[in-house]
């Protein structure tokens, strides 16, 4: 009995559960008329009444099955092996388990361990077990509850309500699977992040200048404490993501805003701004590779050109410059909003009282979209310094405290992706320091979307 | 004063010609709004424009500064003169006619800036004051004139849309008359407003009246009456009748001013 079987027949037996309590209620129509509230629910929510009743004990129990018969098998095959007939460690148990499968499935011709042709019988015989036990208490589960759920229809019986509320509590659940996700991402950071302050003493992380996380392989090694202070990353990504890129994101952005709102013609508008959605929706990935193979090497000529001669190719400004025109987008679709916010009376005022299109723009519409033009630029920052393939790809891995943006400079999201790549040590400080990394970048955007959501939310109030 | 005779012949000695419309037309894409109208307003006088709601009377308080230019899809036609000038001449900027025709809206809509700067808006843009000492003269006598001097002048800084609507509405007169204007133009200044403030309104049109020239729309039949000397009737986008207020509420001569007026349709 294979899994797959016993789940189509317990899907079979839902059907036949949906048929069997519809068949019944439209026999109670028949019976008492069909003017509204004769028989409380329709025939159809009979129906889903039972199959529910019916599907949802045999889906649980599909589900256990799935998820422990592995487990129970292993460990049936592991006990029935003779005394070290596998060393103690987790590792070659799991080699041997693994060869053991291979064999049940055919994939090996024949066995290495001598022990694992008996085992796999043991496992053969075993996995047959608890199929035999699972599937049936499966069908058995969904026979009873469709009978159960058959049984207590009747022609008043509320089969609508019940269905109802089943449907919410799916939603319910399905939308608690993102919320609980999160939770557990935080915290995972958190524990982590802990761990990490455990080894690196928070005051030195959060103000030291010095980053330079190597740890040694071995602990004899020169050097092999490391430095984790963090301020050259987050100065690094304060540079690029919250002053380079906003240096161009915020006027280019308004700007476009601006004569998209109170300029463009309707039909300049219609083209215009799926393009922008269009550009903000290109990958990252694209931007990253533009960043680095186009703009980084030109923004070094130039900085050749005006006799910077120590100009590296990867530098911040080219990885500013990208990201700025990534947020343009971001960036003028909220101001939009926030122009498009203000009342046309507003404007009308303005203009009945001489003032020019821009003057108007500019003495009238932008302070009173201000505030949400505030909230659109720090949803944009928030964006821009948890961005990551741009700075990966352009920016470089020098940790290093410099304002000239034709320096190579590093970010947190860089680090982060620099210290988990390639083989590591899941409790060395240079693992956990991406964690506690992460934490100050969830942290620090969580906080700026807090605070630009309520101003911006604020700023809506006060139009309504 | 018994001789006027519709549109045109209001040159009794005593007013003087302000503005002038001849055969107004005001296309919405193709539905025609306004279908030929000519009106005189006079300078001194307080001119009101009834009419059933859609008739076109805002349509046509726009056209008098131009508004109109700003709306998408609307096209005016015929001839408006402002002191003989017409204002649609290349040589008319629409921003100086703007500043000689003002305008007050329905709904009071002052900056989201201080009740200061909102009076000095106007002023600044046109470069009406040189010094600061200057403008603030102006923004004390702007409103006085509106009324509004001692209820506000210890929160000057305050901000414009803190202020109630009544008071908003004459600040947004304040703001209109810190120009200067030669006209001003209110579109149901006190339809948003209670009795109390809306009688204050009127005061002050009645102050403000020799002033400038003003003309208003209405919907209130007893105001028209008690604050304008001229009044035109508009219905379904023409000029139905157009005369003293006197002659028009006591003695119309068109059927359907009189069943307008007495409230038989509208
Ligand atoms: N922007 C516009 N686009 C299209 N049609 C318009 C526009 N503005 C006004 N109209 C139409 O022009 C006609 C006159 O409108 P207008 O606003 O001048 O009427 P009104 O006399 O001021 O009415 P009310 O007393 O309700 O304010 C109406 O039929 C209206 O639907
Ligand atoms: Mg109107």
Redesign the interface.
Known sequence: MSLWAVLLAVLALGALGFWLGRRRALGFVAQAGSEVGAVHSRPHQHGVFVAILSLLPALAVIAAWAALAGGLVSREVLASLPEGAVGPSDLERSAFLAEVRGLVRGDYAAAFNAHAEAAAAVWKASATRYAMLFGSAALALGALGALWGWSRLTADFRARTRVERFVMLALVLASLVAILTTFGIVASLLFESFRFFQLVSPVEFLFGTQWSPQTAMRADQVGSSGAFGAVPLFWGTVFIGAIIAMLVAIPLGLMTAIYLTQYAAPGVRKVAKPVLEVLAGVPTVVYGFFAALTVAPAVRDFALSIGISNASSESALAAGLVMGVMIIPFVSSMADDALTAVPRSMRDGSLAMGATPSETIRKVLIPAALPGIVGGVLLAVSRAIGETMIVVMAAGLAARLTANPFDSVTTVTAQIVALLTGDQEFDSAKTLSAFALGLVLFLVTLALNVYALAVVKKYREAYD | MAAHEGAAADGAAETTLKMTARDVRVFYGAFEALKGVSIDVTKEDVTAFIGPSGCGKSTFLRCL?R?ND?V?GARVEGRIELDGQDIHDPAMD??????RV??V?Q?P?????SIYENVA??PR??GLAAKKADMDVIVEKSLRRAGLWDEVKDRLSDSGTALSGGQQQRL?IA??IA?NPEVILMDEPASALDPIATAKIEELIDDLRGRYAIVIVTHNMQQAARVSQKTAFFHLGSLVEYGDTRQIFTNPRETRTKDYITGRYG
């Not at chain 2, 629409?94 to 500043?99: E, G, H, I, K």
């Not at chain 2, 809509?109 to 800036?113: D, I, T, V």
């Open positions: 500064n508004m700003t998408a629409v921003v100086q006619l703007r500043a003002g305008m809206f709904k809509n002052p900056f989201p800036k808006y106007g843009i046109h947004c703001r209109a120009v």
